[in-house]
C-alpha cells in the first residue's frame, strides 16, 4: 500500500514537476558546459522507492528544485535501461556530481537525503571548484 501511495504522489507531482531535467547523458554534458553549470546525474530502478522520495524532494520542494535549476543540469538515468559505464552503483538512488570536463566532484550520494539534507549536499558540490 505505501508504494502505491508513494507511486501516485510522485505521478501527481511528475506532471508538475518544477526540475528541469535533460534528455540524456549527453545532452546534459552539452547544455552544462555552454551554461557554465555542474552535472547532475540521479541514477534510479523502476520501483525503487526510495527514488521516488528523492524525485519528490528535487520536484516539490522550492529551494531544492530551484537551486538545482540554477546552478546545474540535471539527468535521470534509468540503470535498467541505461548500463552507464565508469559510475558505481552499489544501490538506488544515487546521485553522482560532475564538472562541466564530465569529471566526478567529491562523493556520490548513495541514499535518498531530504529537502535540507539534499539542499546542503548541493550548495557544498557547487562550491567546490573542480
Request: aromatic share 14%; glycine share 4%; proline share 2%.
Amino acid at each position: 500500500m505505501y508504494k502505491l501511495f508513494l507511486t501516485l504522489i510522485f505521478v501527481t507531482v511528475s506532471l508538475f514537476a518544477e526540475t528541469n531535467w535533460a534528455d540524456d547523458y549527453k545532452s546534459a554534458l552539452k547544455e552544462a558546459k555552454s551554461e557554465q553549470k555542474k552535472v547532475m546525474l540521479f541514477f534510479i530502478k523502476e520501483g525503487c522507492a526510495k527514488c521516488d522520495e528523492m524525485l519528490w524532494t528535487m520536484n516539490s520542494d522550492k529551494n531544492v528544485s530551484k537551486y538545482i535549476n540554477s546552478n546545474f543540469v540535471a539527468v535521470e538515468i534509468d540503470i535498467e535501461y541505461d548500463k552507464r559505464e565508469g559510475y558505481k552503483i552499489y544501490s538506488t538512488p544515487t546521485v553522482y556530481f560532475l564538472n562541466t570536463n564530465a569529471e566526478q566532484i567529491g562523493k556520490a550520494v548513495v541514499e535518498a537525503l531530504g529537502p535540507k539534507g539534499f539542499l546542503k549536499k548541493l550548495k557544498e558540490v557547487e562550491n567546490t571548484k573542480k
